[in-house]
């Protein structure tokens, strides 16, 4: 059965568009791209319709990795389609569960950290928008650490 997967952080500029660009090559590189859908969300809708942050493109290109997501406000109908719906910190995660309509889809919500296995001090993957050159370097080190994770699930499937 297809597994599919959201990501959600608040703008859907640069965290979880990093993050299904990312899961998405890992995915490939098996060639199990037929039995997973990922996707990414923002529980802001005021960069709907734009392009990933040029900053965060940039980076993630030079680890071979590209962004092509459009920006788009996470729906109720999300939790319909989607299995997982991850949110990439504590302030996605609660606005989701205001969002989420019952009891099945609040349970499909889950925390990125839980897939962190070697970044034990970060419990969050946390905002870039407002940071320099670092701050997207350490979201792509904990995505690529979580997606690794998450690729082990998808393969143990
Ligand atoms: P993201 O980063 O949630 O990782 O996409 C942000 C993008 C935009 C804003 C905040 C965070 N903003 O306030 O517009």
């Not at 997967?5 to 090559?25: D, K, T, W, Y």
């Not at 940039?58 to 962004?67: H, K, S």
């Not at 910190?89 to 070697?118: G, H, M, S, T, V």
Request: net charge negative.
């Amino acid at each position: 059965m297809k597994q599919r997967i959201l990501f959600v952080c608040l703008g859907n500029i640069c965290r979880s568009p990093a993050a299904e660009a990312m899961l998405r090559v890992l995915v490939d590189r098996e060639g199990l791209g037929d039995r997973v859908e990922i996707d990414s969300a923002g529980t802001y809708g005021g960069h709907s319709g734009e392009r990933s942050d040029p900053r965060m493109r940039r980076a993630a290109e030079a680890r071979g990795i590209a962004m092509t997501h459009r920006a788009r406000q996470v729906r109720e109908e999300d939790f319909e389609r989607f299995d997982m719906v991850i949110a990439m910190d504590d302030n996605n995660y609660e606005n989701l569960f205001r969002l989420a309509p019952d009891r099945a889809a609040q349970q499909k919500i889950y925390r990125f950290r839980e897939f962190l296995r070697n970044h034990p001090d970060w419990s969050y993957i946390p905002d870039p928008y407002y940071e320099g050159h670092e701050g997207f370097e350490l979201v792509l080190d904990l995505l690529e650490d979580g997606c690794s994770v998450l690729l082990e699930q998808i393969k143990g499937n």
